[in-house]
């Protein structure tokens, strides 16, 4: 035999034996639902290699889903602890577990996928044996122990002076019916609900209101916010000669106001002027102008003076109802309850003159308040806030252009803005 094929045989020899030493590799032809194996893993205590463990799956599966997918659980039993899964088969979207079987025959190694499963354990001696209760002055009591060992000083001085404000229960059993009866005693007097909500009621800053009124108007009368005899004392005949819209404005007591611009040119846009309506105009005029100048109101004289179109008996009942008397100079004072009560009774006018229906923004910005104050004040009189529909617009002779402004709505039955509880601080 020549060199050349001794060294091709000793070369086809080494392959074969590298060849002999490689497995080959193929997926189970296995039914993908068919019960297979399963990956088990035992966190705490392994099984006994003897214990047999049965595998089963939740009712109303899906029997053709491949097994590994399946709901499964696997359980087993040995003579002192049982075994099972913990939380189902365990499923992960990055990885997934197989299992290979190797025939050394065709050398060959079959893969199937499977489940993991971790598994838990359950000692039968205390499978039945519930756990004892603790009672919340015990384990108060156990921390407290832990605390007066291991707590930092302020820890144990807090410990401390809970003990000290502790309330000893059993000392108070024989004096729990004298507290009783003395909290009967002195709760006899306190009023109920509803004599509660009556007397909020008639304490608000408000007029005189007709809670049972089935309409708007029949809410606030008008002679309980205008006094008769003032109300028949208002200069209005001065108005004739006046010949415009403009000259008319400048006899009003108080005529930097879009809203009683307003006012008067709808009232003079009609055939024939309303004079009560024009009556009501220059009251609420005459309010404005008291509001404004509430500073000088102790100075009757100056008040007369910057108030000059206004009779004297009309100064005089603002006076009396929207001030206070100081103590000290007893001249009189607007005080911010007394101010309130001003702008309520004027708000009210507000809404009798524009059919219950007032254009907040316009008469804070009159006032140079915020709109948010006017608001809240309207709302105390009853009313809500809101845009007007197309209908309710129609209804008041609007143009459609109003749709977009916020009015103050009187609604029937009257109710008022319910008080807010505030929640105590700790």
């Known amino acids: 035999m020549s060199t050349a094929a001794a060294s091709s045989n000793s070369k086809k020899r080494k392959r074969d034996a590298e060849d002999a030493g490689k497995a080959t590799l193929t997926l189970s032809t296995q039914p993908a639902h068919q019960v297979g194996p399963v990956l088990a893993s035992f966190p705490s205590l392994d099984p006994p290699k003897s214990l047999a463990f049965k595998c089963y799956v939740q009712k109303g599966a899906d029997k053709n889903a491949p097994f590994e997918a399946q709901p499964t659980l696997i359980a087993g039993e040995a003579k002192t602890v049982e075994f099972f899964t913990a939380d189902g088969p365990l499923s992960s979207s990055g990885c997934s ?23 838990t354990r359950q000692v039968k001696a205390l499978k039945n044996l519930r756990p004892i209760e603790v009672s919340t002055e015990e384990r108060m009591q156990q921390r407290n122990n832990l605390g007066e060992t291991f707590g930092t000083k302020k820890a144990q001085a807090a410990i401390r002076a809970r ?12 004096v729990a019916g004298h507290l009783q009866d003395t909290i009967m005693q002195n709760t006899e007097s306190l009023p109920t609900a509803e004599e509660a909500r009556e007397a909020a009621d008639s304490s608000r800053l408000i007029p005189p209101y007709n809670a049972d009124a089935q309409s708007p ?8 916010i205008i006094p008769e005899a003032e109300f028949n004392a208002l200069p209005i005949s001065v108005f004739k000669s006046a010949k415009s819209d403009h000259d008319r404005i400048k006899l009003l007591p108080f005529n930097r106001s879009d809203w009683l611009k307003l006012q008067i040119k709808l009232i003079y846009s009609a055939p024939k002027p309303n004079k009560g309506e024009l009556k009501v105009v220059y009251y609420i005029s005459t309010m404005m102008a008291f509001y404004k100048n509430s500073r000088v109101v102790g100075d009757k004289d100056a008040l007369q003076q910057r108030l000059s179109s206004t009779p004297p008996i009309v100064v005089d009942g603002l006076i009396s109802r929207f001030t206070e008397k100081e103590r000290s100079t007893n001249r009189p004072k607007m005080t911010p309850q007394t101010e309130t009560m001003l702008l309520t009774y004027m708000f009210a006018l507000c809404l009798r003159q524009e059919d219950y229906a007032a254009d907040v923004e316009t008469i804070a ?38 749709a977009e402004t916020k009015r103050a709505v009187l609604k029937v039955p009257l109710e008022f803005p319910k008080n807010r509880v505030k929640r105590a601080r700790r």
């Open 97 to 119: 577990y197989m299992i290979g079987v190797h025939d050394r025959r065709t050398n060959t190694t079959t893969l199937r996928p499977v489940p993991l499963h971790i598994l």
């Open 217 to 224: 108007k029949d809410v606030y009368a008008l002679h309980d």
């Open 163 to 174: 003990e000290r404000n502790r309330v000893d229960i059993d000392a108070m059993k024989n």
């Open 365 to 402: 910005h009159d006032l140079s308040m915020p709109p948010t104050k006017a608001s809240n004040l309207f709302k105390s009189l009853g009313c809500t806030i809101k845009k007007l529909s197309p209908p309710e617009l129609k209804e008041r002779g609007l143009p459609d252009s109003a």
